[in-house]
């Protein structure tokens, strides 16, 4: 679906040095990236501000020319083929609105119709799943510039889906909801790409986005893919260790001689035991196993490292 | 133009613009006290003198009226140019370019400024009084160029729109080059070129094919010759004018467009 070999984008920077000296100066915003993305997967695209995200995100849909490199989209070079691809692809950029902002919803949904030449009845029945789905209804007829920012972004989801796109991209699409209008986002979208096949690419600095909605991340820093997996692999790679919090019922001693426990930090006068393991080295049901048939088990937690802590490690590696 | 889809996005900007109606209505106001005050200021300017570069009232409002009627459908055609600073700005742009349509035609039609339709008519008004007090050898060419001139005119207009606006991909404040370019195109076009000094003359009426908008056509009209020596055929040429005008745009439309997809600025 997406293919990209050695994506190269390089931007002029003239910054002012004197009255009238300027001195010019190139930025490399995009080095050598390459990467696949195949129909039907969910891929989130992570990095910090001014990674080179944005600019990926330019590139592959069309609206900037790369410096050099060989991307296809669905099919198309997007550079050349900008029209072509715009009818086989859906973009949702969170901070800015592709709705007619002094329209009712509806009328937009019209408009979008005439411009990608949908026919009627595909139409018809897009919108009544985004309605049903979304929770559209009860604004419809609202103008654009009256709807709270939630109902918008349900709308401009809305709008980027009814050509019936094979590929959805989203630009920060949960910027600014609230933890309702993210979490029904995020359920609309996995069901998008479970059911319907869509295939998900997704810039993102909520990192709950990617957990609920992207088996695979893509980490990209200063320009460059930093790393590219499934999540699990990814954690298993760079943030290993898990810890097992146990809450005994009297002091049993430091248990750090069970097997595959790595530390041991206690607590509580020894009520409240953190066991640090590998997963590659034992499971927990095992080690669960273990502890109680050393001890007292009153109460007892799994701690995986979020997706932050993986995130932040990468970049801390470099 | 004739496309469905633009007929809708126009239709829907129509319905757009009156869902403000308060505001719709004092912009309609507004225009036609500003139409008022210019006409004021002709008929005031003509009362001190009685010919401009050799040419009587009556003739001069005659160039002035089919300015106007050309510079008022431009307006609406392509006015909507002024906001491309914005549109680069705020990333609308990149809006523009996500769908499968050209962006320029999709700027134009972004919004119609209705009530700019009172240039038209002030324009249409003074053509009545300057085609009833001219001598005109009526004829069915005459006739033919009193309704293509504005419409060649207008074309004229835009494509100068086009290429002065293209200029904001450069300069983002280029807005003022812009307006010096389209709105003193109107002024130039509307009075005989040959009152302005030569560099500035040679600039807006042959660059900017200022002098085929209203001048040639109405030397055309009314018989006369060129003060400044061209040949007679210059009054008919405007459509041709106005095709190569209209393609120039359009080439520089494009490598704009492709100078923006290619520095992102």
């Known amino acids: ?318 | 133009m004739g496309e469905p889809v633009y007929r809708r996005l126009v239709g829907a900007r129509l319905r757009g613009q009156t869902a403000y109606r308060v505001s719709f209505a004092l912009d309609c106001l507004a225009q036609a006290i500003a139409q008022g005050v210019e006409l004021a200021v002709i008929s005031v300017l003509f009362r001190q003198v009685d010919a401009l570069g050799g040419f009587s009232v009556s003739e001069v409002v005659l160039m002035y009226a089919i300015a106007s009627i050309s510079f008022g459908i431009a307006d609406m055609a392509a006015g909507q140019l002024n906001e491309l600073p914005d549109y680069i700005r705020t990333g609308k742009f990149d809006v523009l370019l996500l769908r499968p349509l050209g962006t320029l035609p999709q700027i134009m039609v972004s919004d119609v400024r209705l009530h700019r339709a009172g240039k038209i008519l002030t324009g249409l008004l003074a053509l009545a009084y300057a085609l009833a007090r001219n001598d005109i050898a009526w004829s069915p060419w005459t006739v033919l160029l009193v309704v293509v001139a504005p419409l060649a005119g207008a074309v004229i207009f835009s494509s100068v729109w086009v290429v002065a606006s293209a200029v904001c991909f450069w300069l983002v404040e280029g807005q003022q080059l812009t307006s010096t370019v389209t709105y003193g195109g109107n002024a130039f076009a509307s009075y005989p070129i040959n009152i302005y000094p030569g560099l500035l003359r040679r600039f807006m009426a042959f660059v900017v094919p200022g002098a085929f908008v209203a001048y040639y056509p109405a030397l055309a009209l009314l018989g006369r010759d060129d003060p400044l020596g061209g040949p007679a055929l210059l009054g008919w040429v405007s459509p041709l004018v106005a095709l190569a005008a209209a393609g120039v745009a359009g080439l520089v439309w494009r490598f704009a467009v492709r100078h923006y997809r290619g520095t992102g600025s």
């Open chain 1, 1 to 318: 679906m997406i293919e990209v070999r050695d994506l190269r984008r390089e931007f002029t920077v003239t910054t002012k040095t004197g009255r009238f000296r300027r001195s010019r100066r190139t930025v490399r915003a995009v080095d050598a990236v390459s990467f696949d993305v195949a129909a039907g997967e969910a891929v989130g695209y992570v990095g910090r501000n001014g990674a080179g995200k944005s600019t990926t995100i330019k590139i592959l849909t069309g609206i900037l020319v790369p410096t050099s490199g060989r991307v296809r989209v669905s099919g198309v070079d997007p550079a050349r083929s900008r029209r072509e691809l715009a009818r086989r692809i859906g973009v949702v950029f969170g901070q800015r609105s592709q709705l007619w902002w002094d329209l009712p919803l509806r009328d937009s949904f019209d408009l979008l119709r005439a411009i990608y030449r949908v026919p009627a009845e595909d139409h018809r029945r897009r919108l009544a799943e985004c309605v049903e789905l979304l929770e559209l209804a009860d604004f419809l007829d609202t103008p654009v510039r009256q709807l709270s920012l939630g109902q918008r972004m349900r709308g401009e989801v809305t709008a980027a889906l009814l050509h019936g796109p094979e590929l959805l991209v989203l630009d920060e699409p949960t910027i600014g909801l609230d933890l309702e209008s993210k979490e029904r986002l995020r359920e609309f979208l996995a069901d998008l790409n479970a059911r319907r096949g869509t295939t998900l690419l997704l810039t993102t600095h909520d990192l709950d986005d990617i957990e609920r909605l992207c088996p695979r991340l893509l980490v990209i820093d200063r320009g460059a893919v930093l790393a590219d997996g499934p999540l699990e692999e990814l954690r298993e790679r760079v943030a290993p260790d898990r810890v097992l919090v146990v809450d005994l019922e009297r002091p049993a001693g430091p248990l750090d001689d069970l097997p595959g426990v790595r530390s041991v930090r206690s607590e509580l006068g020894g009520l409240r035991l953190h066991l640090t393991f590998r997963r590659a080295e034992t499971t927990a049901a095992a080690l669960i196993a273990a502890v109680a048939a050393r001890a007292d088990v009153h109460d007892l937690v799994l701690e995986e490292p979020d997706i932050d802590d993986v995130v932040r490690r990468l970049y801390a590696r470099r």
